[in-house]
């Protein structure tokens, strides 16, 4: 049996408009457990090849494959859907099945396509190494748990507990050297040391998919994967992409320990919550190869924040700043402009709270509710959102109203605020100092996405 993997091209990509482009970390680990399995599986990375749909279509014919599996998220619903589409035109046989963060909490409105065989819900891993066998064996899908179908829900499965039984991701079936970071051309890959977060913002889809106990992965196993990835593939860069990297600063120096005793050349980044970061902790980190930390700013109003269950306060938020920049770690400060009691006396606090904040890079994202989310549930109850286009749901088109603002007043709001930001002589100067000239290729980008 042959089985493809498909992550569809991608035109409104969450952060690809500033540089970042990352291998389908989900799409590899399920791949690695099919390998594991004997099964015959192949990817194509459309996105990151930039495919035409006439490239993607050709590929399709050429792998003629029993099943396809298609990621999608909110925003790519639409590419996941005409992908879908295309495959059964290509190869009306094959069974094409959907999965990712979209399907799993809308696969109703999904089964309503008649080009769209089975949906995968929740982490995919043994679900669909599950339905793989079911299918080659010809047995009854009622039995495999996490799917739907036709008319039909199976019962959820259970989260992965061990992490450490995942074989490490199928990296050989991706265009590796099709990937980077905030346009530098530079061998990057990413991992995962933990999914789940027990903060549980209540805009997080990442959180709502994958619960609320954080599930680990020992020390000595994450290590040994990124010192794989520097032997196999050359990597220079690894982004671990866990919801809060940071949450537990006793295991964060663990993980830095192992990594300076293996002496590992290789930098990385992470996400961190502001409020689990020390002196000490962002030392190790430092001295252990991180460069760039992703963090949740959000707000600098504290309603704000703690409407949404960020469980911080602006005070922490300055400490983290300060302490990132005497450790010479580059930071990414992630702001939600027009959360539900937003004015525009309080975004335009955020704004310049965020440039007193000093970070090497800021993305002011619109408050946008994505399903599956508690957020998603209040505003739904409440009538708020304006816009039903899934495309829409990219961070940078407005979705729902605030108490003052209209969507084109949002609209007008960020792009002052990304305009702010970058466009600081003072900032291009410091900042491309640190990155060089690929800095303004990422701050023309970001201007033309959002003017």
């Not at 791949?31 to 990817?43: G, K």
């Not at 996941?80 to 959907?98: F, R």
């Not at 050359?234 to 809060?244: C, H, K, L, N, R």
């Not at 009691?341 to 965020?354: A, P």
């Amino acid at each position: 049996m042959k089985i493809t993997f498909i992550n569809p091209p991608q035109t409104n990509s969450k952060y690809k408009f500033i540089g970042v482009v990352a291998p389908p970390l989900g799409i590899a680990y399920m791949a690695a457990v099919l390998e594991e399995n004997n099964f015959d599986v192949s990817v194509i990375d459309a996105s990151a090849m930039d495919m035409t749909w006439e490239a993607l279509e050709k590929e399709i014919g050429r792998n003629s494959p029993n099943v396809v599996a298609i990621t999608a998220l909110t925003p790519t619903i639409e590419q996941a859907l005409k992908t879908a589409q295309l495959v059964k035109k290509v190869c009306p046989d094959t069974v094409v099945v959907m999965g990712g963060y979209h399907p799993t909490f809308n696969h109703q409105e999904l089964l309503e396509k008649d080009f769209i065989d089975i949906v995968v819900m929740g982490e995919g891993e043994f679900t669909v190494l599950e339905l793989a066998k079911t299918l080659k064996n010809k047995g009854d899908l009622v039995e495999v748990k996490g799917i739907a179908f036709d008319n039909v829900v199976t019962p959820p499965r259970p989260l992965i507990t061990d992490l450490d039984s995942l074989p490490f991701p199928a990296l050989h079936l991706l265009p590796m050297d099709h990937y980077r970071l905030l346009n530098m051309k530079t061998n990057v890959a990413t991992m995962i040391t933990s999914r789940g977060c027990p903060m549980q913002c209540s805009f997080c889809a990442s959180a709502a998919l994958h619960g609320p106990k954080m599930r680990l992965r020992s020390p000595e196993k994450i290590v040994d994967e990124m010192e794989y990835l520097i032997n196999e593939y050359g990597v220079e860069t690894i982004a671990f992409m866990d919801d809060t990297f940071t949450l537990h600063s006793k295991r964060v120096k663990q993980i830095c320990a192992e990594i300076k005793k293996r002496n590992l050349n290789v930098f990385w980044g992470c996400t961190a919550r502001v409020d689990t970061l020390s002196e000490g902790v962002l030392k190790e980190m430092r001295e252990a190869g991180c460069i760039t930390m992703f963090m949740g700013v959000e707000s600098a109003d504290q309603q704000v924040l703690d409407h949404v269950n960020k469980k911080t306060t602006i005070a922490k938020i300055k400490q983290a700043f300060e302490l990132s920049r005497k450790e010479k770690i580059r930071t990414i400060a992630s702001v939600v402009l027009g959360m539900p009691g937003d004015t525009k006396e309080s975004m335009s606090q955020t704004i310049k709270f965020v440039q007193e904040l000093k970070p090497s890079y800021a993305i002011f994202s619109l408050a946008t509710p994505y399903p599956g989310t508690r957020f998603y549930q209040q505003m739904k109850e409440k009538n708020l959102i304006k816009v039903k286009d899934w495309s829409k749901y990219t961070l940078i088109s407005p979705i729902i109203d605030t108490m003052e603002c209209s969507l084109e007043e949002l609209k007008k709001i960020q792009s002052k605020a990304f305009r702010k930001f970058y466009l600081r002589p003072r900032y291009i100067f410091s900042q491309v100092w640190m990155d060089g000239p690929i800095l303004l290729k990422t701050i023309v980008s970001v201007i033309r996405k959002v003017a």
